[in-house]
């Protein structure tokens, strides 16, 4: 019996093409916003948020982490949650978090 999988159709060098423009589009916006001066206030955010969408635009696209099975991609979300918090583990133990 043969399995039935779900695979999405991959993207084609013009879906290469658009996600690159939006890239750069949200690369540009970070630039943009970091030279406002009405921005002091919210610009780390905006930054954290703009690179996060581009982090996740990055992984999807050009990993390929939307076309692959639901193990590899709970896999990958294992490792983006355990790596900070095994980060703050070690910092916390050499006392970096806790200051003086």
Same mark, same amino acid.
Request: proline fraction near 6%; charge should be neutral.
């Given at each position: 019996?043969?399995?039935?999988?779900?695979?999405?159709?991959?993207?084609?060098?013009?879906?290469y093409?658009?996600?690159?423009?939006?890239?750069?589009?949200?690369?540009?916006?970070?630039?943009?916003?970091?030279?406002?001066?009405?921005?002091?206030?919210?610009?780390?955010?905006?930054?954290?948020?703009?690179?996060?969408?581009?982090?996740?635009?990055?992984?999807?696209?050009?990993?390929?982490?939307?076309?692959?099975?639901?193990?590899?991609?709970?896999?990958?979300?294992?490792?983006?949650?355990?790596?900070?918090? +095994?980060?703050?583990?070690? +910092?916390?133990?050499f006392?970096? +978090?806790i200051?003086?």
């Amino acid at each position: 019996m043969a399995e039935a999988t779900h695979h999405r159709p991959h993207p084609t060098p013009k879906d290469y093409w658009k996600i690159a423009v939006v890239l750069a589009v949200i690369t540009a916006a970070e630039i943009w916003a970091t030279y406002l001066p009405g921005l002091d206030a919210v610009v780390a955010p905006l930054l954290l948020t703009m690179g996060a969408a581009k982090f996740f635009i990055v992984v999807g696209w050009y990993m390929h982490l939307r076309y692959e099975e639901r193990l590899m991609k709970n896999l990958f979300l294992i490792g983006l949650v355990a790596a900070p918090v +095994l980060f703050g583990a070690v +910092l916390f133990t050499f006392g970096v +978090l806790i200051g003086d």
